[in-house]
């Protein structure tokens, strides 16, 4: 062997074991602890799960500012002395300040200039003695609202996600304001998706004794009061009775406050309920509350719905409170997750999902395996039939080829999804035709009366631009596919890649190597071709 | 040595170029009209929005059965269709695109089929709900993977030939694309998410072989100097016909392997390839080449420099 052949002959032997090493791995787990145990990772169509996308409501998160700095602005303006004869939110993101004097207006913007700096004045219609002011909050301070809204919300669904355990999940942001989260091997999925997608926003609300329920259901609601409803599930009879509650607008205590969340079971009726903890600055909170309204009714309510409202019977200073209501084992596992990972930001709704069923993965998996051994064999069997022992050295590239992307997948941790296979499958019709058209050269070479190696070495170098080019323009189209693909279709342009980059090896570069190392070893007076 | 073609061969392929021309104008007529007539493409959710919900019962059920079951839940705009793979008791069922319906609708679907089948009774295979921005979305981004790799082709040939060159090839694409739509259109099948990575990679393959003849007519061109251009073409494609269809031949080969063997998901998949692969072969003959002759016929002045 000459020295440039030894160097070949050891580059490829070195490539060849390294990807058998990288392919073993997925084939068997039995190897000593220092043996690379990267496995060909399988998308969430090959082996089951969901994948979600969910869009956070970011308006809802800047509403929900507005309306907390009207609030903060009101008890501003009443401890200044600045009579206002209206302050509300209007339209979603505004807040509209009306006054029945102009010096008052002047007061307004002397409070905003030293304590408001993250709202700002809007321009108004109105003609100039108009005595209301359009309030907005800064774009600034929306675009940091809303940023954070996603931000929090994808760390808060991690939390939940871990809790719940999920093996290898994907949570991740997409674009603006998605976020994007792959479940795999998920048994329950709705049971996932409630989880995921509660805001869990719990709250602690006086419940309003001296009016009437009654009274305040037909419509007449007494200002600064809401209805909210209690769900009583009926389990024998089912059916779901909505009682109604009067509570006072104003939010007490929020969710924040609480560092643990725990199920406990009811010794009386072995009925699941959820305790909470709250850290020191609620637990001061709890304090102040309960001793205010002793012998009044809190009413304990998540996401707008009532749980309880127990009355309170003493000043509770321990700093912990409980929800109680008709949960299912599951059910209340799941809120106190909920409660442990804090609440959502901001609403968020589910805008895709694509679920794939464990059974129907097996079957892809299967169909997908039987696709690449029949396309296999029949080229190789036709390659054998009309090249002879050429075709067999396209064969060996052509094997070698297949654990080379096989190997590679492994290797990057690229995902093999089911249009990944077809990707195979027919990077090995594309492979052949780089063998193809080498060989169809050297014939044409032979047919000149050339010397089999000359035939060969033209045959090669001809057929190289040819091949680089093609090669070359399938890639543009497989990177295209990559940007603008989305799950399964990416996988597809990954196999198709790496097939490529892996075929010009093989049929280029190995082939090449056996011819030489045939040619130079004996004289060959007629090519197998 | 076996041979499909004899190496002797000589068809006058460009000389048959209006009959080719002919033809290729019904197909594509035909596909546009198919399209048109049928009040656009029969888009699948991925691109018309919406949710399909795959299920599997254990027991026999018809199509008119889950129809009642699913009225009672108000959802009265399902297309229902029996599975045809391995027989038996799959279903299909589809919804509309109705925005906020959407929202919840496999878990309800599936509390009443727990309702009315039982536990045991049946099994959701897949489920896939697309809402109205995400399909916008991925109208978007497929519209723009066509686009820009027509015109990467456009001048990556551009740069490696002539433009007149990459004019014919990309002209060739267009026709492929148009054929390959078209049969989806006339056979009523579904365009997926998947079925645009079949038609982009239709793109990839049918560039390929018309590189490959391209590349053997800028050979004979060097060889051949002081030919007509026409005389070069015809004897380019018949020295590359025999790799032609070998090359088309194993790739139609694998993706009728594909097609048959491939599963419900991939079916339309390889669908695409074939009539690809097919209408690829054929315009890389009959259309990348002609274009180049029509337009040196219409531009005799720009003959372009030789590389």
Same mark, same amino acid.
């Given at each position: ?24 791995? &997925? ?10 145990? #990267?496995?060909? #990772? ?16 970011? &308006?809802?998160?800047?509403?929900? !500012? ?8 009101? /008890? ?16 979603? #993101? ?35 003695? &108009? ?17 954070? !809204? ?58 309003? /004794? ?45 969710? /924040? ?48 719905? +009532? ?17 109680? @209501? ?15 990972? @804090?609440?959502?930001?901001?609403? +968020? ?11 129907? @993965? ?14 296999g064999i029949v080229v190789i069997l036709f390659m054998m039939f009309y090249y002879k022992l050429s075709g067999v050295v396209a ?83 497989? !990177? ?50 | ?24 104008? *019904? ?25 399909? $919900?795959? $299920? ?10 889950? =129809? ?117 259109? *006339? ?28 590349? =053997? ?59 690809? $692969? *097919? ?11 002609? *274009? $180049? ?15």
């Amino acid at each position: 062997m000459s020295g440039n052949l030894r160097w070949k002959a050891l580059l490829i032997a070195i490539v060849t074991i390294v990807s058998l090493v990288y392919l073993s791995a &997925s084939i068997s787990d039995q190897f000593p602890e220092w043996w690379p145990k #990267k496995q060909i #990772k399988l998308g969430l169509d090959l082996q089951g799960g969901t994948h979600l996308l969910l869009e956070v409501e970011t &308006s809802k998160a800047v509403e929900n !500012a507005v309306e907390r700095v009207s609030g903060d602005l009101k /008890d501003s303006l009443l401890k200044k002395g600045i009579r206002y004869s209206k302050l509300e939110r209007v339209s979603g #993101k505004e807040i509209l300040v009306e006054f029945q004097s102009s010096a008052y207006m002047d007061k307004l913007k002397e409070v905003l200039d030293s304590e408001f700096f993250n709202l700002k004045e809007l321009p108004t219609k109105d003609d100039k003695g &108009s005595l209301s002011v359009r309030l907005g909050l800064s774009d600034k301070e929306v675009e940091h609202i809303e940023k954070f !809204a996603v931000d929090q919300g994808l760390e808060t669904i991690r939390n939940r996600i871990d809790q719940f355990g999920v093996s290898e999940p994907i949570i991740q942001r997409q674009g603006e304001k998605n976020i994007l989260v792959q479940l795999p091997g998920i048994k329950d999925i709705k049971r996932a998706k409630d989880l995921i997608g509660k805001t869990a926003l719990l709250e602690f609300k006086l419940v309003d /004794d001296e009016h009437s329920i009654e009274d305040a259901s037909t419509g007449n609601i007494p200002s600064g009061d809401e209805v909210l409803y209690q769900k009583i599930v009926d389990r024998e009879a089912e059916r779901v009775v909505n009682k109604p509650y009067l509570l006072k607008e104003k939010t007490l205590m929020t969710g /924040d406050v609480i560092t643990d969340a725990k199920v406990r079971i009811d010794s009386q009726y072995q009925t699941p309920y959820v305790t909470m903890e709250f850290d020191n600055r609620g637990k001061r909170l709890f304090d102040r509350i309960t001793a205010a309204n002793v012998n009044k009714r809190l009413a304990i309510v998540l996401d707008k719905n +009532v749980y309880s409202a127990p009355v309170i019977q003493e000043r509770i200073s321990g700093g912990s409170a409980q929800i109680t @209501g008709s949960f299912t084992a599951e059910e209340a596992h799941d809120l106190a997750i909920v409660l442990r990972a @804090g609440s959502l930001p901001a609403p +968020v709704r589910y805008i895709e999902e694509r679920t794939v069923g464990p059974s129907l @993965g097996r079957d892809s998996i299967h169909s997908g395996v039987i696709s690449i051994i029949i396309g296999g064999i029949v080229v190789i069997l036709f390659m054998m039939f009309y090249y002879k022992l050429s075709g067999v050295v396209a064969n060996m590239a052509l094997i070698l080829n297949i654990i080379l992307i096989m190997a590679a997948m492994a290797a990057f941790q690229a995902t093999l999804t089911l249009p990944g296979i077809a990707g195979i499958v027919l990077t090995i019709g594309m492979a052949v035709d780089a063998n193809i058209l080498i060989l169809e050269r050297t014939r044409e070479e032979l047919l000149l009366g050339k010397t089999p190696r000359s035939a060969i070495d033209a045959g090669y170098d001809r057929a190289f631009r040819t091949i680089l080019d093609s090669n070359l323009t399938t890639l543009i189209t497989a !990177a295209l596919l990559f940007q603008f693909g989305t799950g399964p279709v990416k996988g597809f342009a990954v196999t198709l890649t790496i097939g490529i980059v892996a075929s010009f090896f093989t049929a280029l570069f190995v082939t090449r190597f056996i011819y030489d190392l045939v040619l130079t070893k004996r004289r060959v007076r007629t090519l197998s071709i | 040595m076996i041979s499909i073609v004899k190496p002797e061969i000589n068809i006058d392929f460009l000389g048959r170029r209006w009959i080719a021309f002919m033809l290729s104008s *019904i197909l594509i007529l035909a596909s546009i009209l198919s399209i048109v007539l049928k009040g656009g493409l029969n888009f699948g959710i991925d691109f018309a929005g919406g949710a399909l $919900v795959q $299920v599997r019962f254990t027991n026999e059920t018809t199509p008119g059965e889950i =129809r009642k079951v699913l009225n009672e839940i108000g959802l009265r705009d399902s297309i229902i269709q029996q599975y045809s793979e391995k027989g038996g008791n799959e279903y299909i069922i589809r919804f509309k695109n109705t925005s906020s319906k959407n929202e919840g609708l496999s878990d309800r679907v599936q509390e009443t089929f727990q309702k009315r089948y039982g536990q045991n009774g049946f099994e959701i295979r897949r489920v896939e709900v697309v809402g109205p921005q995400v399909e916008k979305e991925l109208r978007y981004k497929a519209l723009m993977a066509l686009i820009y790799g027509m015109i990467g082709i456009l001048v990556y040939i551009g740069f490696r030939f002539e433009f007149r060159f990459a004019l014919g090839g990309v002209l060739a694409l267009v026709h492929d694309v148009t054929v390959t739509i078209g049969a989806f259109s *006339i056979t009523d099948r579904e365009f997926t998410l998947p079925v645009l990575a079949a038609v982009l990679t239709i793109v990839g393959f049918s560039i390929n072989d018309t590189i490959v003849i391209y590349d =053997r007519i800028r050979e004979n061109r060097r060889k051949m100097a002081g030919k007509k251009l026409e005389l070069i073409m015809n004897s380019s494609i018949n020295e590359t016909l025999s790799r032609t269809i070998l090359t088309s031949g194993t790739v139609l080969f694998v993706v009728i392997a594909l097609f048959i063997l491939g599963g419900s998901v991939i079916h339309d998949f390889a669908f695409a390839l074939i009539v690809g $692969v *097919i209408a690829g072969t054929y315009s890389t003959v009959f259309v990348a080449s002609p *274009i $180049v002759l029509l337009w040196e016929k219409f531009f005799p002045g720009k003959k372009g420099k030789r590389r």
